[in-house]
């Protein structure tokens, strides 16, 4: 009876150690987008979202086959400003997505695995060498940036991949890379005893280091060089105007994406369903009506933001 | 699939062993785990094909005994553990950190076969080590959490890896699973989720390896009840005295202390005098009031 009471403490101990979770409160801002999930094709997890504007939008889930109890497949969903049509993307290529235009996009996934769409279909190949898990990508025409938790880029140039590893990415696990209309890689450089930084690669190929400040940078956002955002994982973004970061404190809740839309607009969103709304001066929680984790938001001028995660597509009302 | 290996170490499947993974398949999706295979997406070519590439470079029993019986796959047992682990482990991963652990597991070993003696080709020859792969493991958690607290994706990670005697019986010991026509993988990422994953703080892994340590020692003790079994008994209390051992000096150096503080500082107290009057109570607690869960424990532990 002791031990067992002992063993409840534990336990009990163990609950204790939750990482806090805060949900908005207020009126519910947000709705679901019914997405046209193939017949056979259950819970659908969204990943990415990510579109070049309102009317070339991709969406990219994991879902779970009614027939195979298996591990989850890779789909799609493409918004061509009135009608969404779906798409399988194979070989789980389901952690990140980056359209280039209506004929182009990259999706990546598990175990180097990296899928293309031609404008009518994805193709997957599998990046000679790489054994691991690829987690973002950005592209442009011939032009893909990888992050893979490693301290390089994996970078395609319309023939080969190869591994990019600027210095200061040394000892580092990169997670995230974000690209600028203009062809501009930002990517977050954190490594312990130094002052968390973005790390930016110009079009012309130099890198540079900008330090950000305390706390660690875990996503990028910007809608341009002079409205950049490098978040962290819960307390503090900071925002650059093109010339200095500014630190604006968080809710507190993990964050697991974000988007810029403006310097007066941007979006974060994270566990149990939390998404924070940037209107200029400081982050507002916004209900979203689901516990359940957001992963990804898209938030580009001129159409409804869009948020994904467990609980499916969610647009702003 | 593909590769040089990827037939040989093919995954059995019989009815009992489909029968026995789907078990293990309920048990860890009503526990909110996911223990089916990463990839079995047939459309495309994503899995993990490492541990089977280089399946003759892995440590392990194998050819090394020429005991066909023995033998399901004739290559290293470690090949065998480490490409079921890599592939049904970690399904859910919100922070990267399962992500990290699998990239630094590929760059450790890989660079340890790229050290091996070369053969007249050039090619690496020979085997790695236990030691090699162990490392290679304790290295792997320590760098990615250590990355994911430096930029704040999960600063509360501190789970350390499972004591070496535990992780040796999964090396050696899971291969004869799939000699019995079970399929290895299901158990084995869902022992590796439920005991080591990477994500939990130092505590929360503490206490889940505690209480398998005291139910490994509980069943040990039943064994030892009957003289033809003594000798087994008395290796699995061993093995779960060894790991609570172990378990507890690494946790405490991942800063499980540290994590006792605040408001939970008396309760913490109270647990503090528990373990100091030894972790052997928290499994007898487990123990008496499980012991089937005890015997599912033990071989889930032996599994990685």
């Known amino acids: ?26 009126p519910v801002e947000w709705e679901p987008v019914a997405l046209p999930v193939p017949a056979g094709y259950a819970k659908v997890v969204v990943k990415s979202v990510r579109g070049t504007g309102p009317d070339d939008v991709w969406v990219l889930a994991a879902a779970q086959r009614t027939d195979d109890r298996g591990a989850p497949y890779g789909l799609s969903f493409h918004f061509d400003g009135t009608t969404w049509r779906a798409a399988e993307v194979p070989a789980r290529a389901t952690k990140a997505i980056w359209p280039v235009s209506p004929t182009e996009a990259w999706a990546v996934g598990a175990y180097g695995t990296v899928a293309r769409w031609d404008g009518q279909r994805w193709t997957a190949t599998k990046i000679e060498g790489v054994d691991f898990d690829l987690l973002d990508v950005v592209a442009w025409h011939d032009d893909v940036w990888v ?81 950049r955002w490098a978040i962290g994982a819960m ?39 939390s998404i924070q709304r940037w209107d200029g001066a400081a982050w507002q929680p916004s209900a979203s009506g689901t516990d359940a984790d957001l992963w990804t938001v898209f938030a580009p001028p001129g159409m409804k933001p869009l948020v994904g995660g467990a609980a499916g597509l969610l647009r702003r009302k | 699939m593909g590769g040089p290996n990827d037939a040989a170490m093919a995954e059995p499947h019989t009815w009992w062993g489909d029968t026995f993974n789907a078990g293990v398949n309920a048990l860890t999706a009503a526990t909110g785990y996911d223990s089916h295979r990463v990839t079995d997406n047939p459309a495309g070519p994503a899995d993990n ?193 060894f790991g609570g051992v172990w378990n507890t000096a690494t946790a405490v150096g991942n800063g499980m202390l540290g994590e006792w503080g605040g408001a939970i500082a008396d309760g913490a107290s109270a647990a503090g005098g528990a373990i100091a ?8 607690a487990i123990s008496d009031g499980a012991s089937w869960v005890g015997d599912g424990l033990g071989n889930l532990t032996g599994l990685w």
Not at chain 1, 240 to 269: C, I, Q
Not at chain 2, 178 to 203: R, V
Not at chain 2, 277 to 284: D, E, I, K, R
Request: charged share 15%; glycine share 14%.
């Open chain 1, 147 to 227: 992050a893979a938790a490693g301290p390089e880029l994996l970078h395609f140039d319309g023939a080969r991949w190869r591994k990019e590893a600027p210095p200061e990415l040394a000892g580092t696990s990169v997670h995230e890379v974000f690209g600028e209309a203009d062809g501009t890689v930002l990517v977050p450089r954190n490594l312990a005893g130094k002052v968390p930084a973005v790390l930016r690669r110009s079009p012309d190929g130099a890198w540079r280091l900008d330090e950000v400040g305390p706390g660690g940078v875990v996503h990028l956002a910007g809608s341009s060089p002079a409205d």
């Open chain 2, 49 to 241: 094909p490492f541990y089977r590439d280089n399946a003759s470079h892995m440590p392990g029993w194998g050819n090394t005994f020429g005991l066909d019986f023995l033998d399901p796959h004739g290559l290293p047992s470690g090949a065998t553990a480490q490409d079921r682990a890599t592939n049904y482990v970690g399904q859910d991963d919100p922070t990267g950190v399962w992500a990290d652990v699998r990239r630094r597991l590929v760059d450790n070993e890989g660079a340890a076969i790229n050290a091996l003696p070369k053969d007249a080709a050039g090619n690496p020859d020979g085997n790695i080590s236990f030691l090699d792969v162990y490392g290679a493991h304790v290295d792997a958690y320590s760098g990615a959490q250590q990355a994911a607290h430096a930029d704040g994706r999960d600063p509360t990670a501190n789970n350390s890896f499972v004591d070496p005697a535990s992780f040796a019986l999964a090396m050696y010991g899971a291969p004869l699973m799939e000699h019995l026509g079970i399929n290895a993988g299901p158990i084995t990422g869902a022992s590796i989720d439920y005991f080591n994953d990477p994500t939990d703080s130092a505590t929360s892994g503490w206490a889940k390896r505690m209480g398998l340590a005291g139910a490994e020692m509980g069943a040990g003790a039943a064994m030892m009840l009957n003289p033809l079994t003594a000798p087994l008994g008395l290796a699995t209390m061993g093995l779960g005295a």
């Open chain 1, 1 to 26: 009876m002791k031990s067992a009471l002992i063993a409840i403490a534990l336990l009990g101990l163990v609950g204790c150690m939750k990482k806090k979770t805060a949900i908005a409160t207020g």
């Open chain 1, 235 to 273: 307390e503090l973004a900071y925002h650059s105007d093109g010339r200095a970061w500014r630190a604006t404190p968080l809710a507190g809740t993990r964050t697991l994406g974000a988007w810029a839309t403006s310097p007066t607009e941007a979006y974060l969103v994270g566990v149990g369903g």
């Open chain 2, 277 to 284: 009057s030894g972790a052997q109570a928290v499994g007898g």
